[in-house]
């Protein structure tokens, strides 16, 4: 039996937790980037969907359905502005951040507000979008290329909504008890996956022919 | 040697507890005995039981389904069975297994160990851990009440295109499929996630990676293979449920689907699905063999690294179960090559096992039985598996009895045979008491020969050419002898697990009349769970072992002497813990992920019956949802150690106002902060304090 030099437990506490996991990456933030990576799996399924049945209508002969096509509908310039806006909400999410960091929970607040407000801006240009779309006479059930479309960009849309509500209950719940600056910083890191993802779905879906 | 670190317990201010109302409305649960207990626990060991409760149930209804085709082929042209609910009762046989039983075994096994492996109090998010059972348990239940709604799905367990569709399948069992598989699946994923940060986050000072015991390695990677794998088979099942319910034509070629789209999603899930119901069970066995043959695993880099190389090569073959659709000769030649090369490190594994036990003084009790059992059963599995690999070959065996072999002697043979030999290995530790040793045996030989005669004689029919997935065949295909030797085989294990049952009932029994206590370590084990008392008790270990070696408890009980011979170096009284520990805080228990589960089965209901089913399913979700946020994931008059929150607020929240004593964080820092006490109450997980080396002497 010997002597063993360990400090005891409560000396070797530290003040804030980022530093008590065995990585040094918090838990909260560890789930956040593993959840994260396998969404990435889901958005890789629905994109090669939709890569799969983006022609499917007109390539093929014979087939049943609307041989109208979701590409010749992209309105790329009203598309553009709308993921320039969501870009753009990722720069508030950044400044949120920035402000919560530095213990400006006001100034937090605010930035977050903008990048909800932002994100709801993207989401109702998604919906005219869609509405546009129906209205040209490309519903969900049309063909296949519109399913693989409105699926692909639904689930974006969702993950983009899911995002707004917890930014807005963050807000909410600011006012009652101080946000932790971690919990703004993996908020965050969900905010900016959800914008890469559209960035990936942009290029590939409407720019590329 | 290394002795448990003399660190004193935690301190918990005093004060009465007081409860705690996170909505102003409800009180949390308290209940420490009694099923109450139970239904709101987030104590990992708990809900490891309850994973493992309900799987053996299911267990039970997958082989009842078994034994319904076993019993209707036994003859030929058999009555028992129409073709429609044989089609039935196979898939959801097999969906079963797989999803209701295997699987959640397993994460019976990871949710009770995995924290005890790697010396934690509990798993990263309590709270989660019980909200991935409930949603499992709910979406199985569901899953099956499509018995009594209609019929089960009817289209084999992966459910091709176009069969899937509502063209050929227009009853809803396949909705029930689609729907309940992502139910299930969110919960997988949550457990998986949740897992994965436990095993990388969690781990007591000194368990480095290469330190972590063989079963927390596999389970771990399994739960990286979750996390990866669910996601594809979730967009494959969102598919299926839009085409059948909103009308969408994914898979329907007339339309311009591609059925193959069905194929690639599915299997790229699958394939790695396969080696998520083995791995585990390669991890049970890599704990039981070494210590029934008193050597360290052979080669533990290797067996590590042999489980890595599985997870990751699991991805590359998954065309292989499409070999005869018309995949092209490219894809064949690829996949084949790259499944032969997957059996090289299961071999490795074999191998290893096989030298651990070479030259060790065996023990062969029942859990080693069950182990040597799962070395040579798979061994077998392993070698049709290579047949299949050539394509040719497999072009004339797939969807012959040949296939149903195969799989069943890796995944019985495998997975269940290795499960089993978990329980018997860790039922001392999850319950206080033995299970009966001589019964064990009979169970296993009874299992073992009825697995044989069941699934064994399968090799010959399928070359024979008898199909699978047929419900009935006639006089003249010779086929009579061997599938009548296959029922039989089927009802001796049916007999070896309702003595499994007995077993454990009788075992229970004597220990309450005569109760004896089997110790903390009652197998002279290797791991970390052994070093605290049978049962474990709730906050898991008195003080965090700090970790330099694997097998580190094992190198705190024995060392070698000067002529490189095993002396034992300490008594094991004096190694272990007293469990007696008494001012640990754990993690609360919690209504609120079983709330959000209930909602689960209703959006279910309401995607498929009616649209306003799904109010309540909605509801519930977010009540649950909301609870849990405003819920501190630690009651603030218990203090905590675990974060446990919600990503939009990563922060316990004390109620204002409430009497709450003091965490010790609050206590030793000085900083008692009335109004904010935020911050404070995240206090250290004790066991992440000290990395330092300790002496050995």
Known sequence: ?209 | MALVEDHPPLELGSGAATVSKPLGVFARPTATHGWKSWLFTVDHKKIGIMYGVAAFFFLLVGGSEALLIRTQLAVPGAKLLSADVYNQVFTMHGVTMIFLAVMPMQSAFANYLLPLQIGARDVAFPRMNALSLWIWLSGAIFFNTSWFLGGGANGGWFNYAPNSGVTFSPGHGIDFYAVGLIIMGIGSTVSAINLTVTVLNMRSPGMTLMRMPVFTWMAFVTQVLLVFALPVITVALFLLMFDRLFDATFFDASKGGDPFLWQNLFWIFGHPEVYIMILPSFGIVSEIIPVFSRKPIFGYPFMVGSGIAIGFMGWGVWAHHMFASGIGTLSVLAFSLATMFIAVPTGVKILNWMATMYGGRIRLSTPMLFSIGLVAMFTIGGLSGVTHAFAPADAQQTDTYYIVAHFHYVLFGGALLGLFGGMYFWWPKMFGHFLNEKMGKWNFWIMLVGFNLTFGPMHILGLQGMMRRTYTYTEGQGFNFWNLIATIGAFTIAVSLILFMVNVALSYRRHKANPVDPGPDPWDARSPEWMIPSPAPEHNFDELPVVEEVDEFWHRKYGHDENGRLVRIARTEDVVQKGDATDVHLPSPSYWPLVMACGFPFVGYGLIFNYWWLVPGVLLIILGIFGWVFEPSTDPSAGHHHDDDYPTDDRPDAVDGSEDAPTDAEAGDGEVDGSSDDADERTLEPAMASTEETTVG
């Open chain 1, 1 to 209: 039996m010997a002597d063993i030099a360990l400090e005891p437990v409560e000396d070797l506490e530290f003040p804030d937790d980022t530093h008590a996991t065995s990585t040094g990456i918090s838990n909260t933030k560890m789930a956040m980037w593993v959840y994260l990576a396998s969404d990435c799996l889901l958005f890789g399924g629905l994109i090669s969907t939709y890569l799969l049945y983006k022609n499917r209508p007109g390539s093929i002969p014979g087939l049943a359905g609307s041989p109208l096509k979701a590409s010749e509908l992209f309105n790329i310039p009203f598309t553009s502005m709308t993921s320039f806006i969501l870009l753009m909400s990722s720069l508030t999410m950044v400044l949120a951040v920035n402000a919560v960091m530095g213990g400006d929970h006001k100034r937090m607040r605010l930035w977050l507000s903008a990048t909800c407000v932002l994100g709801g801006l993207f989401l109702a240009g998604q919906v005219y979008e869609f509405t546009e779309f129906v209205r040209e006479g490309l519903g969900y059930t049309s063909n296949v290329s519109a399913s693989a479309f409105y699926t692909l960009t639904g689930f974006h849309g969702a993950h983009v909504a899911i995002g707004i509500i917890m930014l807005f209950s963050a807000v909410g719940y600011s006012f009652r008890k101080q946000l932790q600056a971690e919990a703004v910083e993996v908020l965050g890191l969900y905010w900016h996956f959800v914008d890469i993802v559209w960035v990936v779905i942009f290029a590939i879906v409407y720019l590329i022919p």
